[in-house]
């Protein structure tokens, strides 16, 4: 016999990196701007919120590969919120998306009164 294969590999793309460098800032009393660095291997990010301190996130918003921030509207002030951000790669048809862990979560800033 000639060549028989006794083994299949199987490959995926690459995992993102993981998300670094999250940071917050207030832009106004209801509105806020969530920045990181940029992850290898990602096609985009996903950002989520809650409020400080408490156990349920909830979707802030959704960006592709080449976005580094996302601009976030709806806080309630004098609400304090944390924000973390994970990286994914879009899958071809067929195929489970693949995402990273989330970062840390981050407090975003309060805008001075």
């Known amino acids: ?27 106004s009393p209801s509105s806020a701007r969530v920045s990181w660095t940029a992850s290898e291997h990602a096609d985009g990010y996903d950002v989520e919120r809650r409020a400080a301190g408490t156990g349920s996130w909830e ?14 509207t709806g806080p309630a002030p004098p609400t ?6 994970h990286a994914f790669t879009e ?5 489970p998306a693949r995402r990273r862990p989330r970062s840390r979560p981050r407090p975003g800033s309060r805008p001075a009164p």
């Open 1 to 27: 016999m000639r060549g028989r294969a006794n083994a299949v590999l199987v490959t995926r793309d690459p995992m993102p990196a993981a998300v670094a460098g999250v940071a917050g800032s207030a832009l």
């Open 59 to 72: 979707p802030a918003g959704h960006v592709g590969a080449g976005a580094t921030s996302l601009g976030v």
């Open 80 to 85: 304090a919120y944390e924000f973390q951000v």
């Open 91 to 95: 899958p071809d048809p067929g195929r």
